[in-house]
Each structure stands twice: as structure tokens, then as C-alpha cells.
């Protein structure tokens, strides 16, 4: 969808180092996601947000972290801690969280390999 | 919490014929079921969804059905073209504010011409 934007589009990580991934839209969107997905997979929720300065962890949390200062971003990083970060990174949002049962909408996504 | 299991994980269909998906739930609560498409290297996309006060949707040449006394759904895609060929995905969530979205691990669609 257009109104989701995903930056960068691919993404190197050296060991020990940090990275952020940055997810933005324009929708008036009140929830975000992010997903992982690994080769053959499905998707599996990182953290999500149902509203600014609100996020709850998912599935797979450890080795991330996230922020949601603004409605309109949520940036995803990527710590050190994360000892298999390789693979293909999914932000979504939905509309409305009075709105139950509406659709998420996914960004192009942000492909990280390990240098 | 929610565990959602889809079958089969690859298939492969003649053009024009018709493919079917399947799809488990573990959670009771569940009330949206979306499918999604994805292509390779692209984002998924909705296809169709359906909420559980109905048993079936049609959009053209999609349909998906719902069971929730088995709590199983079904993607059904006749008269397949190879633009059809992707990863299709489903999902389940309990909505009403809780809407985080468990997704199946996908299926495989090959259409042979």
C-alpha cells in the first residue's frame, strides 16, 4: 500500500552493532505492527502498537525494541542481542482501534543480512 | 495463545483447474480470518477476509468458507490463471481490541500452464 512506507529496502548489520528499522504512514492509522519473516515461514509479530506512546511486545520480542512517539511512526531496532537477525522485516498498520476487524495493510519491507 | 496450521504447504494445479487451502484454529475466541497473497520479495496483500458471523465469502473467483464449529476455514480459488501463483497466507485473530493477527505458514501455489 502506498501509504506505507519502509526504509531502507535492504539493510547490512555488522556484529555488535545496532540497527533501526523505519516504518512510516500516512493512512491515520492508530495501530502498527512488526513482523519477521524467515524463508518458508509465516509471519511472526514482533512488537505492536495500538496507540502513540503505547506497544506491547509479540511473539518474538527479544533482541528488539521499538518506540511510538508519533502516530504516524514506528521505528523497530534491531539490538546486538538479536543473535539471528537475518530476514525480511514487515510493518503494517490497521485503522481505528474502535474499529474491530479491519484489515492490516503491509509496507514493501526491509531485507537485513549480517555482514 | 492462538495457533494457526495451513495445509498444504505447496500445491500445484493445472490451469483452470480449481485450489484449495485449509486452515486450523486452536482459539475458540478467533472472529477474523484474512488471507493473504504475497508474491516473491513482495508484501503481502489482502485477498479476502471473513468475519465469523458469516460462513462463507465470494469475490469472483475467490471464496473462503468458514466452520467455526471445527474451527477450520478454507481458501477455494476455480478457474486458476498463472498470474495465481504465490504464497498465500491465513490469519486469525479475536479482534475487539485485540487484534494482533496469527498467520499460518503458507502455501505454495504453483499454476502449470
Known amino acids: 500500500d502506498g501509504g506505507i512506507t519502509q526504509s531502507p529496502k535492504y539493510l547490512f548489520r555488522k556484529e555488535g552493532q545496532n540497527v533501526t528499522l523505519s516504518c512510516e504512514q500516512n493512512l491515520n492509522h492508530d495501530a502498527m505492527y512488526w513482523y519477521r519473516q524467515d524463508p518458508g515461514q509465516g509471519l511472526r509479530l514482533i512488537y505492536y502498537?495500538?496507540?502513540?506512546?503505547?506497544?506491547q511486545k509479540g511473539d518474538i520480542a527479544e533482541g528488539y525494541s521499538v518506540s511510538r512517539e508519533k502516530k504516524e511512526s514506528f521505528p523497530l531496532t534491531v539490538t546486538s542481542a538479536q543473535k539471528n537477525p537475518t530476514a525480511f522485516y514487515l510493518c503494517?498498520?490497521?485503522?481505528?482501534?474502535?474499529?474491530?476487524?479491519?484489515?492490516?495493510?503491509f509496507g514493501d519491507g526491509t531485507r537485513l543480512s549480517i555482514l | 495463545g492462538e495457533n494457526v496450521e495451513q495445509h498444504p504447504s505447496t500445491l500445484s494445479v493445472q490451469e483452470g483447474d480449481s485450489a484449495v487451502i485449509k486452515c486450523t484454529y486452536s482459539?475458540?475466541?478467533?472472529?477474523?480470518f484474512p488471507w493473504y497473497k504475497q508474491e516473491l520479495g513482495k508484501r503481502p496483500q489482502l485477498i479476502i477476509d471473513i468475519r465469523s458471523n458469516v460462513g462463507e465469502k465470494k469475490d469472483q473467483r475467490i471464496a473462503v468458507t468458514l466452520n467455526k464449529t471445527a474451527k477450520h476455514f478454507s481458501l477455494h480459488i476455480t478457474e486458476t490463471q498463472p498470474e495465481d501463483s504465490a504464497v498465500y497466507f491465513c490469519?486469525?485473530?479475536?479482534?475487539?481490541?485485540?487484534?494482533?493477527?496469527?498467520f499460518g505458514t503458507g502455501t505454495r501455489l504453483t499454476i502449470i500452464p
Open positions: 503494517a498498520s490497521r485503522a481505528g482501534v474502535s474499529r474491530s476487524n479491519q484489515p492490516q495493510h
Open positions: 502498537s495500538q496507540i502513540v506512546n503505547d506497544f
Open positions: 482459539d475458540s475466541a478467533s472472529n477474523y
Open positions: 490469519a486469525a485473530s479475536r479482534g475487539f481490541g485485540n487484534e494482533k493477527l496469527t
